[in-house]
């Protein structure tokens, strides 16, 4: 009886132990000392069909550089990832390299996050979007692509309206005007808009923003000096409103989800604009392969407010960070540049359509739309939404819905913004 | 001797064990974690600050007003298995084939529920399209904020009332059937058959449904809700359970999370207690 005591006992203490265990790796402190064999990234693009030979190569570069040391990628789902990943820093473990998007995101975590200014000085000239990945003058992050809100346009919606697909519309009466026509002569919606997220109006707003800001105001804005009540920024949700009364957009863009509704709306020819993404999805690829290549047009924010500069709004998309707690922060940093050497980029922009952030990438052989986007890039200016807190994006996404519902109006809906945006 | 004394604690120590340490250890850790800060805070003592920000956090309001609907709408999420199980226990036509088709629903995921229902909800949707060929019409079903938290409840109601059928004929198994009989001899209608015969022959089966219906909506409509609304629109399908993902995931702000999580598990406590008690009450009348 007594052995069958014991025997019990040691069931259950072996019980808890297997409970109490944990299926990342145990956090390793920086004073351990001696050679790393093994590197753990992670991310959510690994696992993806496209990124295969990206991956493959940054690979196969990082080897040449630390032969002895074993890289593991953990694909991590998307939707999850951050969950994980809080779950795994809040309890001092996780991986020593990790995908991030730039902004909030990151900015939010750098608190567990090696500072790589020492490492990536070579790579600054090359690569763009570092803004997205820094906080207070420090990078955390390399950039491995470019996040923006283009205009996109089809033009097979314009020859067949008698517009000239080359000459899109210059001022906002324009396009509602080349609207008008769409609509008259196809039944196509002017904007394919997906709101089931809130997501709708951030692609709006950094859209459409450099059209209605002036040049300083949209400088402050993103400085961090907002001023929520003056006209022009009204003026970006006045617009939103107009667009959502005067039925510019889809029907029922509050329950329409952006990926990939909205998105299919404008791939099956159902509305004429759309303010999609650079990378990587959502793009001038996806686009392409339902309208065609040729059919895919890019046009700047057409001009709201008289004598403002529309510009491309991009940052850093995503880019890879190293962890605190990496036990050699040196060679976790080479991972990160492996994963952003141009031939590693260059696989990225051809498999996957992403626009790279590699300024040096020859372009010249895609397609119309890849090459407009791309020329833009050097007098781009960050998105204003990215500039924004978390918290302040998720309110704007519920106010925006409100918008469009009719049970909030312009002025209720800047006034909650400024009050969540001096308090985060 | 004395270790025939102790094997009955030694039986139960496992099970004991277990509970404490995955279970009721957590549970204090998450508690004790909801009093500390989150960001430049973090891991400092904050006293109730988590809990004063989240009660005046708009959508942590509707979250708790939704779960008030949840509770409104419980008789119903209860009566339409219970009455469709009366309906197979009495063997109306074809009760072979609804109880075969009625469970189906519970053993697709949310996430396929979820997605066939947006299709059909949708704007453009079969529904909308059905409605317009009776010439009403069309509806926002998910992206009208007064009518979307009804539309993912009753996905909800249909996608798992099949778990709660089996129950009501599992109990319908214990039921005497010489009380059947004796109420059809003295030709009882069927309502008053349901009311006097089978509804206090079901007591317990009833309790043990509102109970687990009801931690079924609070804790397992997350899959819907975020294939569905993802919270929306304007936050009116927010649930605690959403909440505290939103607030885990998405704003990083852990120890908000888990303070939102413990006024969950309170609110389960009180619901489930409370129901109990009712519904035992009401028994003991009959």
Redesign the interface.
Known sequence: MKQRTLCSAILVAGLALAGCGSATRPASSPSDSGKVTKLVVWDWKSGDAAAASYIQKAKDDFAKKHPGVTVEFVAQPFDQYYTLLGAAIQAGTGPDVMLFNGGGQIRDRVDSLLPLDQYVAEDKQRLAGWDAFSKDGKIYGAPVTLQGHPIYYNKTLYEKAGLDPASPAKTWDELVDDCATIKQKTGANCFALGNKEGAGIQFFMSGLGSGILTAQEYDDWIAGKRVWDSPNVKQIFKLWKEAGDAKLNNDGANSTAMFNDAFTIFNSGKAAHIIGLMSDIGHWKDFSEFLGADKVGVMPSPVVTSGTTPNLPYDGGIGYAVAKWAKDPKTAADMVRSLTTTDALTSFYSDAGAIASDTTIDVSQGPVAVGTIVSQIKGGKPALHVALSSKTLDLMGRLSQQLLSGSATVDEVVEQLAASDRAS | MR??R??PY??V??AL??IV??RLWPLLLGVNFSFTGD?ER?GAMVGLDNYLEMFQDA?FQSALRNVGLLVLLLPVAVAIPGLLATFIYLRVPGHRFFRSVYFFPAVLSPVIVGAIFNLM????GSLNTVLAVFGVG?V??????DV?MFAVVGVQIWATFGMALVVFLAGFATLDSALLDAARMDGASLPQTIWHVIIPGLTRTIQFVFVTTMIGMLTSMFGLLYVM??G????STYLPEYYI??Q?????R?ALASAASTVLFLIMLVVGLLQISVLRRAGRED
């Open positions: 270790s025939e102790l094997a030694v039986l120590a496992p064990l277990i340490a995955l960001g973090n959508t909800l949708a704007f453009d069309p926002d079903w998910l992206g009208d904020p979307a609304t993802s929306g629109p304007e936050g993902w939103i885990q995931g998405q704003m990083n852990p």
